[in-house]
């Protein structure tokens, strides 16, 4: 009946008919097959009999499979890329090496499956091997890059956040609480992150020093002009490429700008031992002393300065988290 026929492919119901094709083959191969009753309903019956084989040759495609292979490489890359870069690197450092023995296990898995099935001479043994190595690069990539991203832009931010604010800081002088006046020394604010001075502080370009490796490291004295005697030198502007080598010379950041009297701590590690060897030259130079020299990125608004450095950060984890994964070529013909 039509109702048992749709009930199962179209192909078996088809194949139904393979004894009239035969019969209709038989007959359609004399000379004057033509001539008889019935030829063009034999024609029609071969016709649907080459139909039926072709179906049979063809493979069906497992949908499944195709979705896994697009997206689950990408997934990887930006959960491993997101574990690498952001706070939880910074505030659980072992929680995510957890994360990446756990990713590290599952790669190996899948290269252990994909032996396996190999061994065994199944048909999927090649689309597990794709699978398998799409899973590994995704993790290595978004691991390094994400690292990479972190030391580089993230951390300082994160660091940043977490240091100490002071406000209305004398760079030069301070009162104690007997009410005797001593140099402001560099050791009271060495957990500072940003600095807020009073209306006083200038950068005095007048003995800036610079250091050469490769490029010009510039140093130049945040002050207090007004302080006349037991003045300190801890304070100290910093900026690359910003000045003369052999000349007086500072015009890094912010120094000319009368609404600048803020400071943004150096966090570079590997900028900041050519910056102290910048400051023992201007302390020769200029016959001054920097007991404990801080280097600060002298600037207006430090906290606009910090969200637009986290801002930069965004914007290159959305430039790195492109979908490239997902365009890798698939073994459609594995499935």
């Given at each position: 009946?039509?109702a048992?026929a749709?009930?199962i ?12 094709v ?5 007959r359609?191969?004399?000379p004057?097959a ?5 030829a063009?309903?034999?024609h ?16 069906r495609m ?23 870069n ?8 072992i929680?995510?090496?957890?994360i990446?023995?756990g990713?590290t296990?599952l ?10 099935t ?18 590994t690069?995704?993790?290595l990539a ?18 940043i956040e ?9 760079p030069?002088?301070?009162r ?8 402001t020394r560099?050791?009271?604010?060495q957990?500072?992150?940003?600095i807020?001075?009073?209306?006083t ?11 050469k490796m ?6 130049a ?5 007004g302080?006349?005697k ?9 900026g ?5 080598e052999?000349t ?20 570079s590690?590997s900028q ?35 969200k ?11 430039l790195?988290?492109?979908p490239?994964l997902?365009?890798?070529p698939?073994?459609?013909d594995s499935l």
């Amino acid at each position: 009946s039509l109702a048992s026929a749709l009930s199962i492919p179209p192909w078996e119901y088809i194949a139904s008919f393979e004894p009239f094709v035969i019969n209709a083959a038989n007959r359609a191969s004399s000379p004057d097959a033509a001539m008889r009753y019935g030829a063009l309903m034999d024609h029609r019956l071969l016709a649907c009999a080459a139909e039926a084989a072709a179906l049979k040759g063809r493979r069906r495609m497992n949908v499944a499979p195709v979705i896994m292979g697009l997206f689950l490489p990408w997934l990887l890359f930006l959960g491993m890329y997101a574990a690498s870069n952001f706070y939880l690197h910074y505030a659980a450092p072992i929680t995510t090496l957890l994360i990446l023995v756990g990713a590290t296990l599952l790669c190996v898995s899948l290269w252990s499956s994909a032996v396996k099935t190999r061994k065994e001479g199944l048909e999927d043994s090649f689309y597990r091997f794709y699978l398998a190595a799409a899973m590994t690069v995704a993790l290595l990539a978004g691991w390094l890059i994400g690292d990479m991203c972190f030391w580089e832009l993230m951390q300082p931010c994160y660091e940043i956040e977490h240091l100490a604010t002071y406000t209305n800081v004398n760079p030069s002088s301070e009162r104690q609480a007997s009410g005797e006046i001593v140099p402001t020394r560099g050791r009271r604010y060495q957990d500072a992150g940003k600095i807020y001075f009073d209306h006083t502080a200038v950068v005095d370009v007048s003995r800036a020093m610079s250091f050469k490796m490769g490029d010009l490291y510039c140093v130049a004295p945040i002050i207090d002009p007004g302080c006349a005697k037991n003045c300190g030198m801890d304070f100290w502007a910093v900026g690359v490429n910003c000045c003369e080598e052999d000349t007086v010379d500072f015009r890094c950041g912010e120094y000319n700008s009368t609404h600048a009297k803020s400071g943004l701590r150096l966090m570079s590690e590997s900028q900041r031992k050519y910056f102290r060897l910048a400051v023992l030259q201007a302390e020769g130079a200029h016959e001054v002393v920097s007991t404990h020299p801080l280097f600060f990125h002298f600037m207006q608004d430090p906290v606009a300065e910090v969200k637009g450095g986290s801002d930069m950060a965004m914007a290159s984890t959305s430039l790195r988290c492109s979908p490239l994964l997902p365009a890798v070529p698939l073994p459609l013909d594995s499935l």
